[in-house]
């Protein structure tokens, strides 16, 4: 059984930076892709970036593009999300995903596993 265990996030004022981790726990793990997504109350869950997991190859939401970067280190099975210059339309509970096929990956329905979720909270 596959566990996404994150950590990071909190309180962070317009401007600053954030790092978040996500650790993957499971026998044998090997993803497609794992990914962050985040969601406000009231809305649907929204794609930030992914990496693949066999050649690390990032993508990053247009949103987010030139402040948030994704990365991962395949040997420990941790992606992180590091993200810069933060705008209060940031605020959102961030979550981690592990995609275990390729071809949906930048939708929530294409992960097969999630994290606990962390809170990232941006004031102006």
């Known amino acids: 059984q596959v566990q996404l265990v994150q950590s990071g996030g909190g309180l962070v004022r317009t401007g600053g930076s954030l790092r978040l981790s996500c650790e993957a726990s499971?026998?044998?793990?090997?993803?497609?892709?794992m990914g962050w997504f985040r969601q406000v109350p009231g809305k649907e869950r929204e794609y930030v970036a992914v990496i693949t997991w066999s050649l690390g190859l990032p993508f990053v939401a247009d949103s987010v593009k030139g402040r948030f970067a994704v990365a991962r280190e395949k040997g420990k099975n941790i992606i992180y999300l590091d993200m810069n210059n933060l705008k209060p339309e940031d605020t959102a509970v961030y979550y981690c995903?592990?995609?275990?096929?390729?071809?949906?990956?930048?939708?929530?329905?294409?992960?097969?596993?999630w994290g606990q979720g962390s809170q990232v909270t941006v004031s102006s």
């Open positions: 995903g592990a995609a275990l096929r390729p071809g949906r990956t930048t939708i929530p329905d294409g992960h097969d596993y």
């Open positions: 499971g026998r044998d793990f090997n993803p497609f892709a």
